[in-house]
């Protein structure tokens, strides 16, 4: 006799929401027209000053941009953000949304995060509108980072906080990588490569950015900041930073 055992997946997690895991795949997608390939984020000097000529040194480049640079930077904008529309806060909001764009080093690297940011509030606005988004417009009349964009956006639809900035990292890592793919040059694979080896560095970046508080952020990735310095004045050049 042959017993058949029932299985159940009442233990396993499934998403809160499916439409707002729907709507953060399309707004971390590449194909979501923020314009983010058009910006390397100083990796097209690097490459041409030797810094990164293979996938060791684009892992190791990118890890310490993650850990200690805008990496772990604007994820923590991005909590913040979520945090202050999540609570309706648009003096907090304020806050995080003007020194998203005083962080900025270099004038290619704020308009990076400018123009990003101003074209996810853009196209979220039109394709997904909700009443929670608009303390964005209502609290801070200048340029959106996209940190704060993302991170508003996400609140805004009910994506948890953990989600939404775990998802952030994983966009910035992709995107940075896809432009070292076309620059040093590398194949798809190792793209993936390099992907996969920077799991672990969003996880804990992303665990980080959760627990501090607008006061303790820093950066100390020197040599991530001047090189989009430097990319100001490159002779030839395929990105905007």
Not at 71 to 99: N, P, Q, Y
Request: with cysteine.
């Amino acid at each position: 006799m042959v017993t058949i055992m029932a299985i159940t997946t009442t233990s396993m997690a499934e998403p809160a929401d499916p439409a707002a895991l729907y709507r953060l795949l399309a707004w971390m997608s590449p194909a979501y027209p923020v314009g983010a390939f058009s910006y390397s984020h100083g990796l097209e000097w690097a490459v041409e000053a030797g810094d990164i000529k293979s996938l060791k040194t684009l892992v190791d480049w990118l890890t310490v941009v993650l850990r200690e640079g805008s990496g772990i930077a604007d994820a923590t904008f991005c909590v913040h953000a979520h945090r202050a529309v999540s609570v309706g806060e648009s003096a907090a909001l304020a806050e995080v949304a003007e020194l998203a764009l005083a962080f900025q080093p270099s004038k290619e690297r704020r308009l990076e995060t400018t123009a990003q940011g101003n074209a996810f509030m853009t196209a979220t606005e039109a394709a997904w509108p909700t009443e929670a988004l608009a303390l964005v417009r209502a609290s801070w009349p200048d340029a959106v980072a996209y940190p704060i964009a993302v991170g508003a956006a996400t609140a805004a639809h009910g994506i948890d906080e953990a989600t939404a900035v775990h998802a952030f990292l994983h966009a910035v890592a992709a995107n940075l990588i896809s432009a070292a793919v076309r620059l040093v040059p590398l194949g798809q694979t190792d793209g993936q490569r390099a992907l996969a080896a920077l799991e672990p560095m969003v996880t804990e970046t992303a665990a980080a950015a959760r627990r501090l508080a607008l006061d303790d952020i820093g950066g100390h990735a020197l040599r991530s900041d001047l090189a989009s310095m430097r990319h100001e004045t490159q002779y030839t050049r395929l990105f905007r930073s």
